[in-house]
Nanobody, 123 residues
């Protein structure tokens, strides 16, 4: 069973920054598109961003455009989500997942998931 591992979450004030990492011990992410998702209490999970295996295709959910940046370092077998200008509404558990293609419906294409990392933006 493929297990992804997220890290980098935490507590931050509005306007602050965090960088999330997604790794996959024992499994190569090189050939797979990866998505970042989040789920806030009482809300459905939503796709935040995805990146294709080559990095040539990147998509963002509208509310994070201009604030979040997804990237990958295949040499380190890691995908990142740099989050800046954080807002209280960004508070959620963030998950990464292998997705079947970085396409506009990537939020429905998750295959292998991580346990998630908590991001809390507080005033």
């Amino acid at each position: 069973q493929v297990q992804l591992v997220e890290s980098g979450g935490g507590l931050v004030q509005p306007g602050g920054s965090l960088r999330l990492s997604c790794a996959a011990p024992g499994f190569s992410l090189d050939y797979y598109a990866i998505g970042w998702f989040r789920q806030a209490p009482g809300k459905e999970r939503e796709g935040v961003s995805c990146i294709s295996s080559s990095g040539g295709t990147i998509l963002y959910e509208d509310s994070v455009k201009g604030r979040f940046t997804i990237s990958r370092n295949n040499a380190k077998n890691t995908v990142y989500l740099q989050m800046s200008g954080l807002k209280p509404e960004d508070t959620a558990v963030y998950h990464c997942a292998v997705v079947r293609g970085c396409t506009t419906d990537f939020s429905t294409r998750g295959v292998y998931w991580g346990q998630g990392t908590q991001v809390t933006v507080y005033s």
